[in-house]
């Protein structure tokens, strides 16, 4: 199976999993981080442990999730900012006043805005694309959400090839934009791409009805996942679940 | 000949497109079972507007289409798209799966073909278009002639009576142009094929219909109708440079 830009092919046992288990234990995971109370800083801790208990599992490489992860520098930028701008009651670090609901505030992005990055970039990398959708329709996600995911998925790539093909054909007849007033050029492309992509919507649409479409994607039969590795799969989720809930008791 | 139930039959089908073009002024044909038939002509003479006439993607507004005797109507339009398979003219239009062998199964599932024997069914379709080893790749990572045989393989998977392609040689390497057309000519289909290609519609079609301004202009032997050069001359037709059939 073909490597993307967020999925690594492997042949771990979190690869091998059903992508429903995968994507149920994702939710769970992310649910229970983002509901776990800020203050408590050791559940976090523990949180991270579980992620790297199932990287060890996965052995993907550290810098390849650290790579993904810059995605969520915008946010860790205004994480770092939230403590200098917030109100009172503030308090001194190392000589600089800071905001006490600031500091929390900006720790609880960075900590959970991560975490759900990380775990996410762990469902990605572990299942190709396509599984996922298959998984979300396995879970009976609304059909137009999966339709329109699993034809996105095959449409991005034809896109993106005719986007370059027209640029090379702009930059061979001599454009060379530099500066943002010389980007008609550009934008005139990008309105013809989009003309271009809903007309080749229409056409899809009318081969998908010439071979006997009726609105719903079929879904290849799936055996079950079964008890065991459904409890395998979520796991790590239940573990974060109790952490979560010690937290929310102890707090 | 009327004894016989034809493969298609299309009777004095009428059709306008809502910004009042009149793309079919009256359309006649009948294909007989077996037959390989081209369907030439300018563009915007109505050959696409005709082919998706033939599985009831578009209705006419006067006119009828019956395929193997079965009329085209609303309640028979799942009958009818199993029956008459279309290659589109850009296999990317035609394949939308993440993988060639889900986008071969597309057609079988919907046509409701029990989910035990579509397997069988994409092995056989991509055996007979020489493509089984690329099963689980995806469309986009193929050649322009693979996907044209990918296209084609989609369609034969629902098993048709009769097979339409719409411009089949466009965009295809000489060597990939050959190949589907002994491809073509090996599965003993009937088949409808919309051309601009004149000299393909001689390889693979013993008759060919002209249509121009949405009516059947003339409806002779391949060899006799690129002929006549007047005729071609007067439809906005001809053959490549080098080429005599007079």
């Given at each position: ?11 771990s046992p979190?690869?091998?999993l ?5 994507v ?5 995971a992310?649910?229970?981080v ?6 408590a800083?050791?559940?976090f ?9 199932v ?5 993907v ?9 810059l995605?969520e520098?915008?946010?860790v930028l205004?994480a ?36 759900g990055?990380?775990?996410s970039?762990?469902?990605?990398a ?46 061979c007849?001599?454009?060379d ?6 980007a ?24 998908m ?18 008890p ?16 979560c809930?010690?937290a929310?008791w102890?707090? | 000949m009327?004894d016989?139930t034809a493969?298609?039959?299309v ?7 809502p ?13 007989e ?17 005709l ?11 006067r006119?009828?289409?019956e395929?193997a005797?079965?009329p ?17 003219q ?49 469309p ?13 393989a ?8 009769i097979?339409?392609l ?7 390497e000489p060597?990939?142009?050959r190949?589907?057309a ?5 599965l ?12 393909y ?5 013993p ?6 301004r949405?009516?059947v202009?003339?409806?002779?032997p ?11 001359a ?12 007079d």
């Amino acid at each position: 199976m073909s490597a993307t830009v967020l999925h690594r092919p492997g042949d771990s046992p979190v690869h091998r999993l059903p992508p429903e288990v995968k994507v149920v234990g994702a939710f769970a995971a992310v649910l229970c981080v983002v509901a776990t109370p800020r203050e408590a800083f050791w559940a976090f801790g523990l949180h991270l442990v579980v992620l790297l208990a199932v990287w060890a599992v996965v052995r993907v490489p550290l810098g390849w999730y650290a790579r993904r992860a810059l995605i969520e520098v915008p946010f860790v930028l205004l994480a770092f900012v939230l403590p200098f701008t917030g109100g009172a009651p503030r308090t001194d670090v190392l000589g600089v006043s800071v905001s006490v609901d600031g500091a929390l505030a900006g720790w609880n992005i960075l900590a959970k805005g991560t975490l759900g990055v990380l775990v996410s970039l762990t469902l990605a990398a572990t299942t190709h694309p396509r599984d996922l959708v298959v998984g979300l329709q396995r879970l009976r996600a609304p059909r137009l959400l999966t339709t329109i995911a699993s034809l996105m998925l095959r449409y991005a790539e034809v896109i993106a090839a005719e986007a370059r093909r027209m640029r090379t054909a702009r930059v061979c007849r001599g454009h060379d934009p530099r500066f943002l007033w010389q980007a008609a050029a550009t934008a005139r492309g990008i309105g013809v791409l989009f003309l271009r992509s809903y007309e080749r919507g229409e056409r899809v649409h009318l081969a998908m009805l010439a071979r006997g479409w009726t609105g719903a994607m079929p879904v290849p039969p799936s055996p079950g996942a079964g008890p065991w590795r459904w409890l395998a799969g979520v796991t790590p989720a239940l573990v974060t679940a109790l952490v979560c809930g010690t937290a929310l008791w102890t707090t | 000949m009327d004894d016989v139930t034809a493969a298609l039959l299309v009777k004095d089908l009428e059709f306008s497109y809502p910004d009042g073009h009149r793309a079919l002024a009256g359309v006649d044909l009948r294909v007989e079972p077996g037959e390989r038939v081209a369907v030439l002509g300018p563009n915007g003479a109505g050959k696409t507007t005709l082919v998706l006439h033939l599985n009831g993607v578009l209705t006419g507004t006067r006119g009828q289409v019956e395929v193997a005797g079965v009329p085209v109507r609303k309640r028979t339009l799942k009958e009818i798209r199993r029956r008459v398979g279309v290659v589109f003219q850009d296999p990317d239009d035609q394949l939308f799966m993440p993988t060639v062998a889900e986008d071969v199964a597309f057609g079988p599932r919907n046509f409701g073909v029990p989910e035990a024997d579509v397997p069988a069914r994409v092995r056989e379709a991509l055996s007979a278009v020489g493509m089984e080893a690329h099963a689980d790749r995806s469309p986009m990572h193929l050649s322009g002639g693979q996907r044209r045989r990918v296209a084609l393989a989609t369609v034969l998977a629902c098993d048709p009576d009769i097979l339409v392609l719409d411009e089949p040689s466009s965009n295809l390497e000489p060597l990939a142009r050959r190949e589907l057309a002994e491809l073509l000519l090996g599965l003993g289909r009937t088949m409808l094929m919309v051309s601009h290609d004149l000299p393909y519609a001689l390889q693979l079609c013993p008759r060919s219909v002209l249509i121009d301004r949405g009516v059947v202009v003339a409806d002779r032997p391949t060899r006799d109708l690129l002929a006549d050069r007047d005729l071609l001359a007067a439809h906005r037709l001809e053959l490549p440079w080098g080429f005599r059939l007079d």
